[in-house]
């Protein structure tokens, strides 16, 4: 802007000067002009009545060289009398001439020629005399031209004082100019003292600001809403760029990723670079979506990957990553648990449908016969128990709402290992308890199945002459149950799955003891719903503990 205005004062200075001198040559020259007709007139007339007086003698006493005119007597014919600068008798006939036509018919006349140079011009009046003859005087001047051309030093030299003066001018004015709109305050429009009419556009900047400002601060309120959602998201969040630049990734994401906050500006592959992702990620860019599985940190992730769009143009990605290790878990359980239903269901029915077979077939001996009826209740007994440990593992799952009541913890455990005497004098193992009362809010069947499955699952896989240890003490916050055998032990390797549904350690074992692989899964599902803890801690020969701990109001 600076220069804009620069260059406005400077031509427009030097345009002036331009136009000033060309109109002032004009009017001068114009005026000069009128002077040397007006001297020229007056001479002419003098010069007429002096040439009526004395005639020739007097052109002749006149000196020709001071002379500032030149004088010419034409005779009535337009032959030349006198000149003061030629020979009358070497001149051509002047009656053709314009000023002599006009003199000898009206009495007076004017012209003016120019040279061929174009650089002069003469001026002629001629007059009438008494006698018929025509006098006339003649004065060359220069032309405009002539006189513009003698002038151009001049007027270079004055172009350039004004030029620099203009320069000066244009600089001075500029800077004070300017100088306001320097120190005007963009950030407080409203609070300057400049020119008024900025006044509009200040007040512009303004309501600009307002805007800005509010619409600042609305996208502030989303962006801490965002971070604020992102920030607890279970889920990992991840947004790229069209470039697949990170945008945003929440902490979620980088405990996922192993990463910081900072990893922000980089490139997602400097982050990760696994072959499963980057295919679902140009997947995602080629197709709109995209999804994938893949194991970190002994979990299962699944990739939910997502284009986003603005006018037809890929503008970035949306990464989601869903912790998905339960639902395969409870998938693989589901799995599991059908196919070991099936196994477990029709294992005892081809038994008993064998025996029912060879009892209608008449192949069984009269003497065999107690025998084979014996072993189908066997198997029906142990079908039954299968199906209503299946009943209450389904009613545990389900999440049905069982009344709670105060129940004594340490009486049902009395109860359960009563039941089980006769169970643990046939298998020759001792049972040893030791109870207090323990006040508990809960359910008692569930309680009783959580006591009687530990106590038959500790005398089942016992030794012989072995001994299992059932204790009840009461704590601050609520009451402990612990069992304890001398049996067989658990492997450690075996140990985090023994709680899961028909999971055997020793399969042959369970066949002959008659277990139905869901005693422990009872255990834990009753144990979860009742709001309490189990430890287990076994050494393989030597025995196994587990302990339950309750909390007087889960």
């Not at 007027?155 to 600089?171: C, E, N, Q, T, Y």
């Not at 999804?291 to 990605?317: A, H, K, M, P």
């Not at 709680?499 to 255990?523: A, C």
Request: glycine share 6%; aromatic share 6%.
């Amino acid at each position: 802007m600076r220069k804009k205005i620069f260059r406005s004062i400077l031509v427009t200075s030097l345009a002036a000067l331009l136009i000033s001198l060309l109109a002032a040559t004009g009017a001068l020259y114009q005026y000069f002009v009128r002077i040397q007709e007006h001297q020229l007139h007056r001479e002419l007339k003098l010069t007429a009545r002096a040439v009526e007086d004395s005639g020739l003698v007097y052109l002749e006493s006149l000196d020709a060289d001071n002379l500032r005119v030149r004088i010419t007597w034409i005779n009535a014919d337009g032959a030349v009398i006198y000149d003061t600068e030629a020979v009358a008798g070497e001149m051509e006939n002047h009656a053709d001439r314009e000023e002599v036509r006009k003199a000898l018919k009206y009495g007076e006349g004017s012209s003016s020629r120019r040279s061929a140079t174009l650089t002069e011009t003469t001026i002629y009046h001629a007059v009438k005399l008494n006698d018929g003859t025509v006098l006339r005087v003649a004065v060359s001047h220069a032309t405009i031209i002539a006189l513009i051309g003698g002038i151009i030093p001049m007027f270079v030299l004055a172009a350039i004082i004004v030029a620099v003066l203009a320069w000066l001018i244009a600089k001075r004015m500029t800077r004070n100019i300017v100088a306001p709109l320097d120190h005007v305050d963009l950030e407080r429009p409203l609070e300057n003292d400049t020119y008024e009419e900025l006044s509009p556009f200040l007040m512009r900047i303004h309501r600009l600001h307002e805007q800005s400002e509010n619409q600042l601060a609305q996208l502030r309120q989303k962006a801490d809403e965002f971070n604020h959602i992102t920030a607890n998201m279970k889920e990992s969040l991840v947004l790229l760029d069209e470039k697949g630049v990170i945008l945003s990734i929440n902490p979620a994401a980088t405990m996922l990723f192993s990463t910081s906050q900072n990893a922000v500006g980089l490139d997602f592959l400097s982050v990760d670079r696994s072959h499963e992702i980057s295919n679902a990620i140009h997947a995602a860019k080629s197709q709109g979506h995209a999804v994938t599985r893949v194991e970190r940190n002994g979990r299962i992730y699944q990739f939910d990957i997502s284009r986003i769009e603005s006018g037809n143009e890929i503008i970035g990605l949306v990464i989601l990553a869903f912790d998905i290790s339960e639902q395969e878990y409870a998938e693989r359980t589901r799995r599991e648990f059908s196919a070991n239903v099936s196994h477990e269901l029709k294992t005892p029915l081809t038994s008993i449908i064998a025996s029912a077979e060879l009892i209608k077939n008449n192949l069984v001996k009269p003497e065999d016969m107690p025998r084979f009826v014996g072993h189908i209740h066997q198997e029906a007994s142990r079908l039954l128990s299968l199906i209503e440990d299946i009943i209450r593992l389904s009613q545990l799952d389900e999440g049905q709402n069982i009344p709670r009541e105060t129940v004594d913890l340490g009486a049902l455990a009395t109860e359960a290992v009563d039941q089980l005497r006769d169970t643990a004098d046939q298998s020759n193992v001792q049972i040893n308890l030791s109870v207090e009362e323990c006040l508990l809010q809960g359910v008692p069947r569930l309680i009783h199945e959580i006591v009687y499955n530990l106590v038959g699952n500790a005398i089942k896989y016992n030794v012989d002459g072995g001994k299992v240890d059932v204790s009840v003490a009461k704590t601050r916050t609520g009451g402990i149950l612990t069992v304890s055998d001398t049996g067989i032990g658990i492997p450690f390797e075996h140990q985090s799955r023994v709680f899961e549904r028909f999971y055997r350690v020793d399969k042959s074992h369970s066949k002959q003891s008659g277990g139905t692989g869901l005693g422990l899964s009872i255990v834990k599902h009753a144990a979860v719903y009742s709001g309490a803890s189990i430890a287990l801690r076994s050494i393989p020969g030597k025995g196994t503990t587990i302990a339950v701990t309750f909390s007087a109001k889960p």
